[in-house]
């Protein structure tokens, strides 16, 4: 039977540890037709039992490195400095032949055990520059939603753990197990798409007064062809100069900055109206239904029709739903 350590360190949070006990913890031998589930152990620094999982055995961290998968929950606490000895079983486990799986910023301890460096990893978008900017040998990929480097494996944040884990049933059990229990939880098997869907934009730092009017004229004319020729030309700038300063004030190109305001345009249509396509692509001046889902897909990683089904806000209904 495949034995799973769960890791319960000290800034584990609730939502991703209660995603892997459902998932693992929870015996659907049922589902597999090996007739068996997994073996799960709770792995505390004392090895007393943990207040959240008192139905699941539990030992000290000594014993993740006999486990067969080894699963980190995300943390509350990215200033905390993991438990030496929790990154010394960590490292254990890995050389030993474990598969070592995070969830969201789990990933931070992964990395403080050096086991995500010269890898490819991810986390919540919110904080997957805090990553790479302090493990710089990790290649942070913001916008997937979990990341399977065979031996190690990271997700994004929140809801993509229960992505995560669902995937290591099938890798395991098969798709059969895996689609039973995503019937189970009432969860699709896979989601399309990546985590970029899901990244609220940043803020566009103010540009300074002198170009302020130019994008904002710019922003109200977004159904019309629009070039940088026109944007100098309403800044009474050179093509060169207009460039020089868009990067020195916003730090993105004319053409960019111009491509980026189609699609947010594109996403808050596809949002707040019940226009067709083609009716959006003319509307963020993207001309065409087959142009626009092009670039959307390009920028997002779904459809236009799927980033709708996920964002659309649903008609508010009374009564009770009829099957």
């Avoid at 869907?197 to 302020?212: K, S």
């Avoid at 993207?286 to 142009?291: N, P, Q, V, Y």
């Amino acid at each position: 039977m495949h034995r799973v350590a769960l890791v319960m360190h000290g800034a584990a949070m609730l939502y991703e540890v209660a995603i892997a006990s459902e998932i693992f913890a929870v015996d659907r031998a049922e589902l597999s037709s090996t007739g068996e589930w997994y073996d799960v152990v709770a792995c505390t620094a004392d090895g007393l039992a943990h207040p959240w999982l008192p139905h699941v055995r539990t030992a000290n961290y000594a014993e993740i490195a006999r486990a067969d998968s080894v699963v980190v929950p995300s943390s509350d606490d990215l200033d905390d400095n993991p438990d030496p000895l929790l990154l010394e079983a960590l490292r254990a486990a890995h050389e030993g032949g474990a598969r070592i799986a995070a969830l969201c910023t789990g990933a931070f301890v992964l990395a403080a055990a050096g086991l995500l460096d010269g890898r490819v990893a991810t986390t919540h978008w919110m904080h997957a520059d805090e990553l790479a900017r302090r493990y710089p040998q990790v290649e942070v990929r913001p916008d997937v939603l979990y990341v399977d480097e065979g031996d190690v494996l990271t997700s994004a944040g929140k809801t993509a753990a229960l992505d995560l884990c669902v995937h290591l049933v099938r890798r395991d059990l098969g798709a059969a197990a895996a689609n039973g229990i995503a019937r189970r939880l009432v969860v699709p098997a896979h989601r399309n798409g990546g985590q970029a869907q899901f990244i609220a934009p940043p803020p566009e730092p103010r540009a300074a007064d002198g170009l302020a009017p130019t994008l904002d004229w710019a922003r109200s004319r977004l159904d019309r062809p629009l070039t940088v020729a026109d944007l100098a030309g309403h800044a009474h700038l050179s093509t060169r100069q207009l460039a020089r300063r868009m990067q020195a004030e916003l730090d993105v190109a004319p053409l960019e900055w111009l491509h980026h305001q189609r699609i947010a345009r594109a996403q808050e249509l596809l949002e707040r109206t019940d226009a067709s396509i083609d009716q959006i692509a003319a509307g963020c001046g993207m001309g065409t239904a087959t142009t626009l889902r092009r670039h959307f897909h390009r920028a997002l990683g779904v459809a236009p029709t799927t980033y709708r089904a996920s964002f659309r806000a649903a008609p508010r209904q009374t009564g009770s739903a009829i099957a």
